[in-house]
């Protein structure tokens, strides 16, 4: 049995088998596909001390780091169930290929995903003018128009946070109204360079000389089909946290995040969570780091509390 079984291989995960590696305790990972989100990522000039690097790059470092310690690393495996401690004190997760891990800690760090648009060009230009996290890119597109696809809490955020930026932003939302909160809507009002289009479909994303060059989208009234012209498109229609697999096992927040506390605890004894796939506000490379390095901290100090003398 391990006394660490981190599942997930993104920055949180591996921060995780890093830190109890560290202690000299017998620490496992299971990873889908290890780097996770970073493997998508093209430029990252937001992770500190590092002024620019490239996803595939960061999760080539990630697995470096983590191969320099004694961890069982267990890549392109999938974790689809957990069974909490019995008298033994293990806490058992199932593989998909019909494998059973056993460990006295677990630290869930299976991350989330942007979920997209599906149009035309969306995945064509992802990362070629097609973005998703305002934090990361919207530096990119100073002084250059964009539009953000949808108006709930993040959609409006990342407007606001967009329109000190780029010249000009336009807020597509497909229902007839904004659903993000009163106060941010009429932050969203005041500024002179946002405007906001409601009822309206995205049907396409342009291109030319492989980048972004327009947007289709269709007035859900009239049933036309009008055309912007811009350079960029925040994708904001929703995170989604890789959790199905613990639903009724653990507390899961209503859009399905893993609730921690401030020290990373679940509600399951001896399970600790980081990153993306938990309620921790800001889903962000460096944030994922230091959560995931909190989580295995908790586990190591969950075990010396627990073990027998
Ligand atoms: P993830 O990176 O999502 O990793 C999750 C891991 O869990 C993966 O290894 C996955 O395969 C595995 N997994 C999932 N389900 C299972 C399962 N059932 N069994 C086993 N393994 C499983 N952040 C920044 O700070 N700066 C940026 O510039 C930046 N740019 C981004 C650009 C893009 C296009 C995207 C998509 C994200 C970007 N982010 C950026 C966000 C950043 O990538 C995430 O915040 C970070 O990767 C989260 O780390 P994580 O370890 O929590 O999860």
């Not at 305002?134 to 809490?153: S, Y």
């Not at 859900?220 to 096992?249: A, C, M, Y």
């Not at 004894?269 to 309620?279: L, M, Y």
Request: with cysteine; proline share 4%.
């Amino acid at each position: 049995a391990f006394d660490v079984l981190v599942v997930g291989g993104g920055p949180g995960g591996a921060a995780a088998a890093v830190y109890a590696a560290r202690k000299g305790i017998r620490t496992g990972l299971v990873a889908e596909r290890f780097g996770g989100q970073v493997l998508d990522t093209l430029a990252i000039e937001n992770f500190i001390s590092v002024p620019y690097t490239e996803g595939p790059k960061l999760a080539m470092a990630l697995e470096e780091h983590v191969k320099r310690y004694d961890v069982d690393v267990m890549n392109l495996q999938t974790a689809q169930g957990l069974t909490p401690a019995g008298d033994d004190g293990l806490i058992t997760v199932t593989l998909a290929n019909g494998a059973a891990l056993r460990s006295r800690t677990v630290v869930l760090a299976t991350g989330a995903r942007w979920r997209s648009m599906n149009v035309p060009g969306e995945q064509e230009y992802r990362g070629r003018g097609v973005a998703y996290c305002p934090h990361c890119d919207g530096p990119l597109f100073k002084g250059k128009r964009v539009a953000v696809i949808g108006g709930g809490n993040s959609g409006v955020e990342a407007a606001i946070d967009l329109a000190g930026i780029v010249t000009q932003v336009t807020l597509i939302e497909f229902d007839g109204q904004l659903r993000a909160d009163e106060v941010l809507q009429r932050k969203l009002r005041s500024l002179s360079n946002v405007r906001v289009i409601v009822s309206a479909q995205t049907t396409e994303v342009h291109g030319a000389q492989g980048k972004v060059s327009g947007l289709s989208y269709r007035d859900r009234g009239s049933d036309q089909i009008h055309r912007l012209e811009l350079e960029g498109v925040f994708v904001q229609i929703g995170l989604l946290p890789n959790t199905d697999w613990l639903k009724g096992t653990l507390a899961l927040s209503e859009r399905g995040e893993i609730e921690i506390d401030a020290r990373g605890q679940t509600s399951l004894p001896g399970v600790f969570a980081a990153g993306d796939a938990t309620t921790t506000p800001y889903k962000q490379i460096v944030i994922a780091m230091g959560e995931g390095s909190k989580a295995a901290l908790s586990a190591f100090d969950h075990l010396i509390r627990t073990s027998a003398p």
